[in-house]
C-alpha cells in the first residue's frame, strides 16, 4: 500500500454560526484535525444581521411555554450566543484532549464565510461545513463507510498540493474513492490531467475518477458533487471559485462538508 501524504497544514479553522453550532460538527473537526496532524481552532462566528435585527422596535419573539409574544433584547441575543459558545468551547477542549489534538477558539462578529476567508492563513484549512459521514474509522476495519467520494476542486496554485493530499488523506480516512475535477480548458483532455496528477494519483486509495466542469461555473461545480453523492468537497482559497459568493452558494445547495485550504 502506498504511504499516506503528509498534508502541509498548521491548523484547522472550524468555522461555525454562534447561534447554530452543534456538537456533531465538533467532532467532525476534532477527527480532520487528528488525521492531518493539525492544531484546530474554533471560530464562532455571531450574525450581525441577527444582533442588528434585535435593535429594531418592532422585532418580537413569542414563548415557547406561555405563547405570549415580548420584545427581543439584544443584550438577551449576545448572553445567550455567549453561554452556547462556552459551552461549545467547553465540548470541544475535551474532545480535543482525548484525541491530543491542541485546541484554541476566537469570536468574531459578521457572516460565517466572509469572516473565515478574512481570518484564516497561510497553512491554514477551514472546515466551513461539517458533513455527518467522517467518522473514526478501526484500523483493522476494511469495511467501506463511505456513501460518495471524496471531491476535489483542482486548480494549479500556491495550495493546490495540500488540498490534494487532504483530499487523499480523507478519502484514505473514509475508505472512499476520489473525484477530481478540473478546469475545462481547450486541447486538454482528461488524460492530459490523468498525467499531470500521476504520482499523486497513486496515492489515493481507491478509485479515482476526473471531471472536466466548464467555464470554472459553480453551480457546474455544485451539480457534479450533487450527482455524486460526493461526501466532502475540498478546494484551495486561491482557486476562481473560492470567492465569497461561490462559496456560500456551495453551502446552501450541497449536502457534503466543504473544506478550503489556504
Known amino acids: 500500500m502506498n504511504a499516506s501524504p503528509t498534508p502541509n497544514v498548521r491548523r484547522l479553522m472550524l468555522a461555525l454560526d454562534a447561534a447554530q453550532c452543534a456538537g456533531a460538527d465538533l467532532m467532525l473537526a476534532v477527527e480532520l484535525a487528528a488525521l492531518i496532524g493539525a492544531e484546530l481552532e474554533g471560530l464562532f462566528v455571531e450574525d450581525s444581521d441577527l444582533l442588528s435585527l434585535a435593535q429594531l422596535p418592532f422585532v418580537r419573539e413569542v414563548g415557547g411555554r406561555s405563547g405570549q409574544d415580548r420584545p427581543i433584547v439584544r443584550e ?14 467547553g465540548e470541544l477542549e475535551r474532545a480535543g484532549k482525548a484525541r491530543n489534538v491542541p485546541v484554541s477558539h476566537r469570536t468574531a462578529r459578521g457572516k460565517v464565510v466572509r469572516q473565515a476567508l478574512a481570518q484564516c492563513e497561510t497553512r491554514d484549512a477551514v472546515l466551513l461545513h461539517a458533513h455527518g459521514s467522517l467518522r473514526p474509522v478501526p484500523r483493522r476495519s476494511s469495511i467501506a463507510t463511505a456513501a460518495g467520494p471524496v471531491m476535489l476542486w483542482y486548480e494549479d496554485g500556491p495550495a493546490a498540493a495540500a488540498s490534494f493530499d487532504i483530499a487523499v488523506s480523507l478519502a484514505r480516512q473514509l475508505r472512499s474513492d476520489l473525484l477530481v ?3 475545462a480548458r481547450p486541447f486538454v483532455t482528461e488524460s492530459d490531467v490523468r498525467g499531470q496528477l500521476a504520482s499523486r494519483l497513486t496515492l489515493a486509495p481507491g478509485q479515482v475518477r476526473l471531471r472536466a466542469i466548464e467555464g470554472r461555473d459553480v453551480d457546474a461545480l455544485i451539480s457534479a458533487a450533487r450527482s455524486a453523492k460526493a461526501t466532502q468537497l475540498v478546494l484551495a482559497a486561491g482557486a476562481r471559485l473560492a470567492t465569497v459568493e461561490m462559496l456560500e452558494r456551495m453551502l446552501s445547495h450541497l449536502g457534503s462538508g466543504v473544506i478550503l485550504v489556504r
Open 76 to 89: 438577551s441575543i449576545e448572553s445567550l450566543l455567549r453561554s452556547r459558545v462556552q459551552r461549545v468551547v
Open 181 to 183: 475535477g478540473f478546469p
